[in-house]
Each structure stands twice: as structure tokens, then as C-alpha cells.
């Protein structure tokens, strides 16, 4: 298997987002939905935005909020890697200057027998753009 080192650099940050979807295997999880949080990082430069004081030199936080906001508010998924997956990719394919993107997002009430914080996936993915180079 391929070993990717992690992005260095710039890279804007969203974490915390709160969210209630529907996502998971289970019918309850299905019909009540459940909360589930995410966590963004987007790898770009971010150094002509800094010179210039200028949003459209960069990508608005809000912007990619927006994106995670319609995944997990979307149609139901049945694995939290599923919304992960959607979530980066739909990233990277509407923002090209994005080099990598790393998405946690997890659960906090799951039903599993002992005391837990949460569950959850963390996907890393790079623009197949910048695979290339």
C-alpha cells in the first residue's frame, strides 16, 4: 500500500460542526436520525489571501461548511465512511486548489455496552490533480 505523508502548510480548519442526520445501518438510526459532529481540514495556500486582504483570493470557511451542512443533512447514508468520502470529495471536485483534505466525523450516542465519548471515522484524501505532480 501507498504511504502518503501528512499535508504540511496552510490549511483552513472548521471543527465542531454539529449536525442532525440520519446516517447509519440501523432502521432507528434511519427514522430518528442522531447527531453527528464533523471536523474539516482543507490544505491550500493561503499566502495571496494573506497578502491581499481579499476573500476571493482564497475559499470561505462558510463555503465548505455549506458542503459538510448538505452531506450529512442529505440522503441517508449507511456508513459513516460514506459520509466522509462525500463529504471530501465533493470538496476537492469543487475546489481544485484544495490539495488535501483530511474529515473526521463522528457519533456521540452510539449503542454500544460501556461508556464511550464517541465513535467515529477520519479520512484523509488528496486532489488527484496534485497526485500527479
Known amino acids: 500500500m501507498e504511504s502518503k505523508e501528512m499535508p504540511v502548510g496552510d490549511k483552513l480548519i472548521l471543527r465542531g460542526l454539529l449536525f442532525h442526520g440520519f446516517h447509519g445501518v440501523k432502521p432507528e438510526e434511519k427514522k430518528l436520525g442522531q447527531k453527528f459532529f464533523v ?20 475559499i470561505s470557511y462558510t463555503d465548505i461548511y455549506r458542503i459538510v451542512r448538505d452531506v450529512v443533512d442529505g440522503p441517508s447514508q449507511n456508513l459513516l465512511k460514506s ?7 465533493t470538496t476537492l471536485i ?23 465519548d ?16
Not at 471536523?39 to 482564497?58: I, M, P, Q
Open 39 to 58: 471536523d474539516v481540514d482543507a490544505w491550500l495556500d493561503l499566502s495571496a489571501a494573506g497578502k491581499s486582504d481579499d476573500l476571493s483570493d482564497t
Open 83 to 89: 459520509v466522509a468520502h462525500l463529504i471530501a470529495n
Open 94 to 116: 469543487k475546489y481544485p486548489q484544495i490539495t488535501a483534505i483530511r474529515v473526521k466525523v463522528g457519533k456521540p450516542h452510539v449503542a454500544v455496552h460501556g461508556t464511550i
Open 118 to 133: 464517541h465513535l467515529g471515522v477520519e479520512i484523509l484524501r488528496y486532489n488527484k490533480v496534485d497526485r500527479q505532480a
